[in-house]
């Protein structure tokens, strides 16, 4: 019933009238679809900013091209990224200043379509990042809403904000990231059956995706580390099903010459305000000094497609198996370019440095 | 002096002008009402007159050439023969004088000495007992000289005194320093030191030649270095003795202005010093006494603390002198219980020894380290743990402000890196100050296990050592654990005594394992890791530039500092257990299982046993009674030995 709910409606619409909220995912064509999952103001909606300004330029030399479905989607993404350069261009030459980061969440779910398409072929494989605050991870109001998405989704993007899960011993870290709800929703929703079974749905993907990162480059390992402290109940729930799902840390570097500095003190406490009876630091400081670039923002999209390709191939050569998105694929008529792609992408994929880390692999991407 | 002060004359205070008069020494007191004055004389013992002869004896003639073997024997010596055996002229001769006044008028004096003492109201009596002669010259018929102050120990004088309203006060003289009697010198530092407040010495200078000579320097070094301690500036007045030309010692005003003068260049340490004509009863009793006084009661706290650091040194070698009587006592008793001991075998006493210290002290504290402090070993010790994380939340308060960075960027030929630099200077430097400072909490941590483990060996119900040496409330465990190796020989109990001084020796300071982490983790505001700096320090707006741009660096630095510090430092929370540990697990080794490679066969119980059973009287004492209870004599050496122990506490020697 959920599947449908999602392939039927033509526009995201919140009705907050409902007691229990739903979400309709719309598109033209049956896509890929990319959960953001993680707190309230973690920087869900900057990484696919950022992804989406970094694949544009990425793909760029390739044959593979990518565009963003409808103008109202571009203007969100393009003033996002504004707001992220904006803390660059406040700051003068190289001095540095400090800032504080934009607190207001995102109130609303919103679905952004990108289109990934070959020079010169027909068809094209359509990334459907569904982006949902927050709040409706730990508000019982969205719960069936989310455990629908969870269920129906091919991939799961974790956005981990890095600070919160490395300062002051961690003591943020669950208030922000909520790791123990998206833990929970993971556990409850994927229902793996083995994938030579007929009955199977399609494998998953998640990635975990530390931001904020740029105070920690030089310790990567640290932060890697943390992340499989904080989320061992996941990881351990996964690795009971690790011929199932790909699951790997992808830590994204979204404004380098920025820097997390400090959450702002007073009387030698850090300064707090409290939601959902959870405290959170009030002002947390960064850094800036230089001009803006980014790193490793196009990591997720590669993942994405490579994993999506991987299986494609796979069901190609091993046609017992089913699944509904890749049954899609197959019928695509560029597959074949598509799938010539993949090696390509497959080279791009970093791996095993700076925190990265394929935790499991079952499609060999 | 005195006259004028009492209203005394000559013949209850000699002062004559002819030659030395005093005899004996007196003490004038103030007693309002008293007219008439009242002496009350005390005479020396037989045996101290023999000692007082024998002295006189010994320094003539070398100790021990003449023995006084009797009382008796004073009278009997031939004053001829004596004279024979000294050069005439020699420094003997003057002292000879004076044995001889005991020797030839013994008759004299000895009956005073039988009365212990006296009371004489009669003026002219009691000038016989503190007078050597009537102050006729000794040519004179009239002379009449005295011999009985040689048996006088002391005379107290009760009068009124001119100024009445003086209050309590008393006046005690002194046998002038020029006089030839053995002891005079050491009776004047015993009378200032043991019987007065204050003291006031008196010279007078020749009229035509006198001058501060070097017998009063000697003097006043002497006064000196015997009262060093007892803020001599308080109470000590120096009275120049002003003569007129009518007097028998003519006119020296001239030379008492240059008397006093000298002692004002030698800036000596004394409360005062004063021209005074002491023959003037108003200069004396309205200048001089007055002066005195309220001198007195100005300085009288210090001059109470000056006599109370004194107390607190006479008690201190008196407590080591009671110590000294106390292991007498307790070697005497021992003798008496070992022998008990040896025949104990019969009776429980041996067993509940046995059970003592290997029961309840050695295992005693195997159990302490099993129960209590093996199972903490590898946890946090929280007490520990809160206190660096109070030092490390310090950290944030060492940053210098903007108005100090500002004031250093002011110094000198400042560049912003060397402002930064110095920032970072003084941030290594009280960080590292800080976490120093973690050294109290680690010795109060010993201190408490320490408490633990010594009411394992105090405790009456436990090794009751307490029994042997007091553990009372207001003593740190070291410092009971100090009296009790004092007590526990090295050369009885050499293996018990090692662990004990080990034991007490423990000790976990914060340099020996954190220190070197911290400063580790201070890398990041090194003075070789410089950030880039925009400003330079030309003007005043660049300084408020500049001290903005550090701060921010600085803000951002402490937090990696912080977390560097944080890191380097969580595993070590668990290390005041785990050398608490070892500790008292090193302690219950040498205690039990100390070896002594010299010897063949050595038996650690034995020593321990030992030890228990040489202290049977203390350590059971109500078993020890029950054995002793048909004993009338043991029962007073056990009334002995506890009341020394209860003595014991060296809070009773101090003030």
Redesign the interface.
């Known amino acids: 019933m959920a599947l449908e709910i999602f392939w039927k409606g033509m526009k995201a619409k919140l009705d907050a009238d409902d007691n229990i909220e739903s979400f309709e995912v719309t598109s033209s064509e049956t896509p890929i679809n990319i959960l953001m999952v993680g707190g309230r103001r973690c920087g869900k909606t900057s990484v696919l900013a950022t992804i989406y300004s970094q694949a544009t330029s990425f793909f760029g030399t390739d044959e593979l091209v990518i565009t963003s479905e409808g103008l109202d989607q571009e203007i969100t993404l393009t003033d996002k990224m504004d707001e992220i350069k904006g803390y660059f261009s406040a700051s003068s ?6 800032f504080e980061p934009d607190n207001t969440p995102s109130l609303e779910a919103s679905q952004y379509t990108f289109d990934v398409s070959i020079i010169g072929k027909r068809g094209k494989l359509a990334l459907n990042f569904i982006d949902v605050p927050g709040e409706w991870y730990t508000n019982s109001n969205y719960e069936k809403t989310v455990n629908a998405l969870v269920k129906t989704c091919n991939v799961l993007l974790v956005a981990i904000d890095t600070p919160h899960l ?2 002051e ?1 961690g003591i943020y870290n669950e208030a922000r990231n909520r790791i123990r709800p998206v833990t929970h929703f993971i556990r409850k929703n994927f229902d793996f059956i083995p994938l030579n079974d007929k009955k199977t749905v399609d494998p998953k993907m998640i990635l975990f995706v530390p931001l904020k990162c740029e105070k920690y480059k030089e310790e990567m390992g640290k932060v890697n580390k943390a992340i499989h402290e904080s989320y061992k109940d996941c990881f351990t729930y996964l690795s009971g099903n690790s011929d199932k799902c790909v699951v790997a840390i992808t830590p994204i570097f979204t404004m380098e010459g920025s ?1 997390f ?2 959450f702002k ?1 007073q009387n ?1 406490q850090v300064i707090e305000y409290e939601i959902d009876k959870k405290k959170l630091p009030k002002f947390p ?1 960064y ?1 800036i ?1 230089g001009s803006y670039s980014n790193l490793y923002c196009e990591q997720p999209l590669v993942y994405i497609l490579v994993f999506m390709l991987e299986y494609a191939k796979k069901l190609k050569e091993k046609t017992n198996w089913f699944g509904r998105f890749f049954d899609f694929i197959l019928r695509n008529p560029s597959v074949e370019d598509f799938l010539k792609q993949k090696d390509n992408l497959k080279n791009k994929i970093v791996r095993d440095k700076e925190g990265y880390q394929i935790v499991q692999n079952p499609m060999d991407i | 002096m005195l006259q004028s002060i009492s209203n005394l004359d000559n013949r209850v205070i000699p002062a004559f002008k002819s030659s030395d008069c005093t005899g004996a020494t007196s003490r004038i007191k103030n007693v309002v009402g008293q007219k008439q004055p009242k002496a009350h004389i005390t005479f020396y013992e037989q045996s101290e007159m023999i000692q007082i002869v024998q002295k006189y004896f010994d320094e003539i003639f070398g100790k021990d050439k003449f023995r006084v073997d009797s009382f008796e024997k004073i009278g009997s010596f031939n004053i001829s023969d004596l004279k024979n055996q000294i050069a005439i002229g020699s420094a003997e001769s003057a002292k000879f004088d004076h044995l001889k006044k005991y020797i030839e008028h013994f008759d004299d004096w000895k009956n005073e000495v039988f009365k212990g003492f006296i009371d004489v109201e009669d003026e002219n009596k009691i000038q016989e007992y503190v007078s050597q002669h009537n102050g006729e010259t000794e040519n004179d018929p009239k002379r009449v000289n005295f011999y009985k102050y040689l048996a006088v120990k002391e005379c107290e004088i009760s009068c009124e005194f001119k100024n009445s309203d003086t209050g309590d006060i008393v006046l005690r003289d002194t046998i002038g320093l020029g006089d030839t009697s053995i002891g005079i010198e050491g009776k004047m530092l015993d009378s200032i030191g043991k019987h007065s407040d204050a003291a006031i010495i008196v010279r007078r200078p020749d009229s035509l030649v006198g001058k501060l000579e070097e017998k009063d320097v000697e003097l006043y070094k002497k006064l000196n270095s015997e009262f060093e301690k007892r803020n001599m500036n308080k109470w000590l007045f120096w009275l120049v003795n002003k003569t007129t030309k009518d007097s028998p010692f003519g006119d020296n005003s001239d030379r008492c202005e240059a008397f006093d003068s000298k002692i004002r260049d030698y800036n000596w340490n004394i409360a005062d010093h004063k021209i005074v004509n002491v023959t003037d009863s108003n200069d004396v009793n309205d200048n001089f006494l007055k002066s005195v006084l309220e001198t007195l009661i100005k300085n009288i706290d210090s001059i109470d603390n000056g006599i109370l650091s004194d107390l607190n040194e006479e008690f201190a070698k008196l407590y080591e002198e009671f110590v000294k009587v106390r292991e007498s006592v307790n070697g005497i008793l021992k003798d008496v219980f070992a022998i008990y001991g040896k025949n104990t075998s019969n009776i429980d006493l041996q067993n509940t020894i046995g059970d003592t210290y290997s029961k309840e002290i050695l295992g005693g504290i195997r159990e302490h380290c099993k129960k209590d402090l093996a199972p903490k070993c590898n946890l946090s010790c929280e007490e520990f743990e809160n206190a660096v994380k109070e030092k490390l939340t310090n950290i944030y308060d060492f940053i210098p402000t903007d108005e100090e960075i500002k004031s250093l960027a002011k110094q000198g030929n400042q560049t912003p890196f060397t402002v930064y630099a110095r920032c970072t200077d003084i941030l290594r430097n009280k960080i590292i100050n800080d976490f120093q400072t973690l050294d109290i909490v680690l010795d109060k941590i010993v201190n408490d296990e320490k408490k633990n483990v010594v009411d394992i060996l105090a405790n009456k119900s436990k090794g009751k050592l307490a029994n042997l040496v007091s553990n009372s409330e207001n003593l740190t465990p070291n410092e009971w654990l100090e009296e009790l190796e004092r007590t526990v020989s090295e050369e009885e109990y050499p293996h018990i005594f090692d662990a004990l001084e080990k034991f007490r020796s423990f000790a976990i300071k914060v340099e020996g394992f954190m220190i070197f982490k911290v400063r580790n983790s201070l890398t990041e505001i090194d003075p070789r890791v410089i950030p880039s700096l925009t400003s330079d320090t030309a003007t005043e707006d660049d300084r408020t530039e500049l001290a903005q741009e550090i701060l921010i660096w600085l803000r951002q630095k402490i937090e990696i500092i912080y977390e560097k510090i944080r890191e380097n430092v969580r595993n070590l929370y668990s290390v005041p257990n785990e050398a608490l540990f070892a500790c008292v697990k090193d302690l219950f080794d040498r205690v039990t299982f100390a070896r002594d490679d010299s010897s063949e066969y050595f038996s650690l119980m034995k020593e321990w046993e030992n030890l228990y059973k040489n202290n049977l009287n203390l350590l059971f004492a109500d078993e020890y009674e029950e054995f002793t209870k048909n004993q009338a004599t043991s029962k007073e050496w056990k009334v002995i030995a506890d009341s020394l122990r209860k003595f014991g506490d060296k809070k009773y020697f101090e003030i």
């Open positions: 030459s190289n001095k540095i200043s400090e490395m300062q011993e820097k500095s400090y003190k030698r400081i850094t000094q």
